[in-house]
């Protein structure tokens, strides 16, 4: 989003947000993923981090970690809870595809 002010106001209201990381999502994509969700959480949201795979133990002590939801163990609450989400977020992904 190239306009700073249009995102801050989007994120002005309590929604429901999911935040997806990229497949074997490594400290970069958890660490941005958590910092991200606990942001928008202090900020009235509803917040979700989903994982598409596993990623390595020696992750798990970051804050917030105990709520990740791997998707490849629980694709049917992953899927429900994105499809009712009003903000997806996508972090740490090198491309598009």
């Not at 994120?11 to 400290?27: L, N």
């Not at 429900?80 to 595809?97: G, M, R, V, Y």
Request: include cysteine.
């Amino acid at each position: 989003m190239k306009n700073i002010q249009a995102f801050k106001t989007l994120i002005d209201r309590p929604q429901s947000a999911v935040i997806v990381t990229h497949f074997k999502p490594d400290a970069d994509a958890l660490g941005s993923s958590l910092g991200l969700a606990g942001f928008l959480e202090k900020k009235g949201h509803k917040v979700q981090v989903i994982t598409p795979s596993d990623y390595p133990d020696f992750l798990y002590w970051l804050p917030g970690n105990e709520t990740v939801i791997n998707f490849e163990y629980n694709s049917s609450k992953s899927r429900q809870l994105t499809e009712q989400a009003t903000l997806i977020f996508c972090l740490d992904f090198n491309s598009i595809k």
